[in-house]
């Protein structure tokens, strides 16, 4: 293992051993002892805030790059910390590096390489009675990208990373009543487009004989 | 759908978002420490400077610390010059690219690595310079050659720059509606995006959505231009019709002709006649503007075209639409999906001077409003 890095843990009660702040402390205080330095209270606040950028980058990037890009969001956001001046919005702060991360990978990535994760994913051979399940997470997951950037965000956080309206809320910045708009909107729309998508399939599956 | 469930997992199940809950959860992040670089062990205080005093001799240092002391009176007075003319506010930080930008009348240089661009200042460009504007809460604006760019507002809800002419390219992290660009023929409002923004000598203008969307508005007349689109503007005239690059030239060339030619009756009909003919299912953004920019029977005849390419939602009317019901003219406008106008809407309300209740009231209350 390399020794240029110090791995931070995730787990926030771990985290604390080293520093000044309490697990539970506010986001505020964690920030603002990141920003003085404190490494423990960022690895704090990473184990907060990573579901949240790895939902917004599984919005924009193949699965398969999302947990490295992850971390490079982390890595941005380090040493621009002391920048930002207002630290109760470090979560809309954060979301904004993670959607331009996503960005950027689409910029340096080659056409090929992009959302090609259904293949390789296959390459792994899961078992016969999951296939059918792995097709169909698939199939939703490709829906809920193909929805307006606001409700995709907030669908994924919700369904894929567990994240709860409030939690939503709190960590992106955004209010609940936005919160609440996109989840009930995006899974009208998700209905709609997984209905249409199912029943194309099944009129296409009817010519096929089994 | 069970709402309180889909809201934040209580009450009754759902069955359908639990499914999907089941299914999804694979994708979910993985608690993967986070390798951040090691720390330099060296202590970063007290300093270089600090250790070369602390070795000095008792009287030296003394003497040290009095010169140290006059060094700094000196520079503050020389500083004070410069700030005392320069306008006020913390600024935003503008970085060299290319040949010797300019603020105001001092030149970045190739040695400088930032400055600072305050409120009131404007960067100005040659036709060999380049420059970057970046602030942490807002994002990055390039300022391609030949361009003016002034600083005119950086509070924390509202920041606003004045383009009087050339090219900026934007990227942009503040909540929508936050950014506001001023042109000399229209306001474009950043509604979350990517943009590329161009203001000729004449004043007039074109903007370019790479990401996102941009409202662009002047005096009452409003376009909304999503990713891959482009709208012009004029000056007296404001934003033209938006419409997406791929559309035909002889598309393109009719829409240009009915938004700013001065037509006949007859040359009007035949440019709209083009428009409606060329028009594909993704050109229903550009139908819809249309609808608020004709009258009479050219609206019905829009209406008509637009309803075969995007069917209306259900409770939208042929009525309704001719009227310019706004209660009919959004859902039609969400069936796009294009991005929800709600934003937009948001917009104009908390930047009218009548706007009371505080932004965040106010886009309560909107979405409350909006809520099914």
Redesign the interface.
């Known amino acids: 293992m390399s020794t240029d890095f110090d791995l931070q843990p995730t787990f926030a009660g771990l985290a604390a051993v080293n520093s000044a702040i309490e697990p539970g402390g506010s986001d505020i205080a964690l920030v603002q002892a990141a920003q003085s330095g404190d490494r423990s209270a960022f690895g704090m606040l990473y184990a907060r805030y990573s579901r949240m950028v790895h939902g917004i980058l599984l919005s924009k990037v193949p699965h398969a790059a999302v947990e490295d890009l992850v971390q490079d969001v982390f890595l941005q956001a380090l040493p621009r910390l002391n920048s930002l001046r207002d630290v109760s919005r470090f979560g809309g702060w954060l979301a904004a590096i993670a959607r331009n991360r996503a960005i950027d990978f689409h910029r340096q990535s080659r056409p090929a390489d992009e959302f090609d994760e259904q293949i390789h994913e296959g390459d792994k051979q899961p078992h016969p009675a999951n296939r059918v399940d792995q097709s169909e997470a698939h199939q939703i997951l490709e829906a809920i990208r193909s929805l307006p950037d606001s409700y995709r965000e907030t669908l994924i956080l919700r369904l894929v990373e567990g994240m709860t309206g409030p939690e939503i809320a709190a960590r992106t910045g955004l209010t609940h009543g936005s919160v609440r708009v996109n989840l009930h909107r995006g899974m009208q729309q998700l209905r709609e487009l997984l209905g249409y998508k199912t029943g194309a399939s099944d009129s296409q599956a009817s010519g096929t004989p089994s | 759908?069970n709402?309180p469930y889909?809201?934040?997992?209580s009450g009754e199940p759902d069955p359908?978002?639990q499914r999907?809950?089941s299914?999804?959860?694979?994708?979910?992040?993985?608690?993967?420490?986070?390798?951040?670089?090691?720390?330099q062990n060296a202590p970063a205080k007290p300093g270089y400077f600090h250790g070369l005093l602390l070795q000095l001799p008792w009287i030296p240092r003394f003497a040290a610390v009095a010169v140290v002391l006059l060094a700094l009176i000196a520079g503050g007075i020389v500083s004070f010059y410069p700030t005392r003319i320069s306008p006020s506010g913390s600024g935003w930080e503008v970085a060299r690219l290319d040949g010797t930008p300019q603020i105001g009348t001092r030149f970045i240089t190739a040695g400088e690595s930032t400055t600072k661009l305050r409120v009131g200042q404007t960067l100005e460009t040659n036709s060999t310079s380049r420059a970057s504007i970046s602030e942490?809460?807002l994002?990055e604006i390039k300022v391609e050659p030949n361009s003016r760019v002034r600083l005119l507002q950086t509070d924390?809800h509202h920041k606003r720059i004045q383009l009087d002419i050339g090219t900026i390219h934007a990227?942009i992290?503040?909540?929508a509606g936050e950014f506001v660009v001023d042109t000399p023929s229209a306001v474009a409002v950043d509604l979350?995006c990517?943009y590329t923004l161009q203001v000729a000598a004449d004043g007039s203008g074109t903007i370019r959505t790479t990401?996102?969307w941009v409202g662009f508005h002047l005096n009452g007349r409003e376009s909304f231009i999503p990713a891959g689109a482009m709208c012009p503007t004029r000056p007296k005239v404001g934003p033209g019709t938006p419409y997406f690059e791929d559309a035909s030239e002889s598309f393109r060339a009719a829409l240009g002709d009915l938004d700013f030619a001065a037509q006949s009756s007859e040359g009007r009909a035949a440019s709209l006649e083009t428009i409606l003919s060329q028009a594909r299912a993704r050109d229903g953004l550009t139908l819809w503007h249309l609808l608020s920019r004709t009258e009479g029977a050219e609206r019905a005849k829009v209406y008509d075209r637009f309803a075969v390419l995007v069917p209306p939602p259900a409770g939208v009317t042929r009525d309704g639409i001719l009227r310019l019901d706004q209660s009919m003219l959004t859902p039609w406008w969400n069936a796009l999906?294009?991005?929800?106008i709600y934003l937009w809407r948001y917009w104009e309300q908390s930047s009218s001077p009548r706007a009371n209740p505080p932004n965040?009231v106010l886009?309560?209350q909107l979405?409350?409003k909006?809520?099914?």
Do not use: C, Y
């Open positions: 759908m709402e889909l809201w934040d997992g359908e978002v999907f809950e299914l999804l959860k694979q994708f979910s992040h993985r608690e993967i420490p986070l390798a951040l670089p090691r720390q942490t809460d994002g924390e990227m992290w503040a909540p979350g990517a990401l996102g999906n294009l991005g929800d965040r886009k309560e979405l409350l909006k809520t099914p």
